[in-house]
């Protein structure tokens, strides 16, 4: 199970880094409705990962995931008021009880599209900068 768990965080890696826009699928569409159960689902399953790639982590494999931890409790938090540490422990006997394949699968292209939403995003932004804001500034002595 390590080497499809590696896989899947090297391709979110590789999306956030840079993958180029065709490459990218299309997100006109919104990302489909996930349960409050399922973002905490792939919550847990990142949480897992970055325990389990522990001090072999990369510094951008830790910004990635982080960035990806970040936003599934975000979207759980937006839809409950559940306190995390007890929705966790909820959780956690019935994310233990699926299957790991369809967790991993699930949560890897979720995090794709977020990846792609957030560099489509940020072109966007970079695009609608004045020129003279996105040149590199150079000082005069």
């Known amino acids: 199970m390590i080497s499809a768990l590696s896989t899947a965080i090297l391709i ?27 973002d ?18 990369t510094p951008d494999n830790r910004v990635g995931l982080t960035s990806a931890l970040t936003y599934f409790v975000g979207r759980y938090e937006a839809q409950r008021g559940l306190a995390l540490t007890e929705a966790f422990l909820q959780r956690y006997p019935t994310y233990r009880d699926r299957n790991p ?19 489509q995003a940020g072109g966007a932004l970079s695009r609608a900068q ?11 002595q």
């Open 12 to 38: 979110f890696i590789a999306t956030v880094q840079g993958a180029a826009p065709h490459q990218a699928q299309p997100t006109s569409l919104p990302e489909p409705a996930f349960t409050a159960e399922e």
């Open 40 to 57: 905490l689902d792939c919550a847990i399953y990142v949480g897992a990962l970055m325990a389990e790639m522990g001090a072999d982590m």
């Open 101 to 119: 394949a369809e967790i991993e699968q699930t949560c890897s292209v979720r995090m794709r599209a977020f990846s792609v939403r957030l560099q």
């Open 130 to 140: 004045p020129a003279e804001d996105r040149a590199p500034s150079t000082s005069q």
